[in-house]
């Protein structure tokens, strides 16, 4: 499984029609196109940082879907008001609790480390930082994407409120101390995010 996800800098009057066009334009197109999973939505009302990220079947699907999706993107970042930075990822583990309801929200953790140990970090994340992240209250899914090129990746941990992912601060800042030292990575940036959209349609990969 992969994943194109675009970080985009909007103006923060414009979220609300940007996640309408997300919603109502841009998730039934890319339903159209051969090997596309879904498509999630972050966003930070205050700073109008936003991260869109679709998931894909296989690479060659998502590679192959780039000129059909550049036209869709492009329209987007207009009604965002903003500029966008778009990587691609390879999906290295999800887990699920349960579903995400209204009121959602998600933590997401950039990292980075040498690409030769990438495999060790993901291994890392699934046997001792997303067991003790299921223990927070609030709890609803975890997800953890790399690339393997540029040694970089992100974790995103979604909880079913705003109050839940506050709570879970000290702890989660703390499990990330213990990530790093056991997988020797170098913590980039933590941002805390409403989830918008929660169609990513990715299967367990505990």
């Known amino acids: 499984m992969f994943a194109r ?3 985009i800098q909007a103006r923060p009057s414009a979220i609300d029609s ?8 841009v998730l039934p197109a890319l339903r159209e196109i051969p090997g596309c999973m879904g498509l999630s939505l ?6 109008g940082h936003c991260i869109a990220t679709s998931s894909w079947e296989s690479r060659e699907a998502m590679d192959e879907s780039k000129d059909r999706v550049a036209p869709i993107r492009d329209r987007g970042l207009v009604t965002f008001g903003g500029s966008a930075q778009i990587q691609d990822w390879e999906i290295a583990g999800l887990h699920r609790a349960h579903r995400v309801g209204e009121g959602a929200c998600a933590r ?11 495999d060790s970090a993901v291994k890392v994340y699934k046997s001792a930082t997303l067991p003790a992240m299921e223990q927070l209250d609030g709890f609803c899914s975890a997800s953890l994407m790399v690339n393997r090129r540029t ?15 506050r709570a879970s601060r000290e702890q989660s800042a703390s499990l990330r101390v213990d990530a790093a030292r056991q997988a020797g990575v170098e913590a980039l940036d933590v941002r805390e995010f409403e989830l918008a959209l929660a169609h990513l349609r990715v299967p367990e990969m505990a």
Not at 18 to 25: N, V, W
């Open 5 to 7: 996800s675009t970080r």
């Open 18 to 25: 940007g996640i309408a066009y997300m919603r109502d334009e």
């Open 108 to 118: 997401a953790t950039w990292v980075k480390t040498e690409p030769s140990r990438i």
């Open 42 to 47: 972050l966003v930070d009302r205050d700073t």
């Open 151 to 165: 040694g970089r990746a992100v974790s995103c941990t979604s909880y079913d409120s705003a109050a839940a992912m």
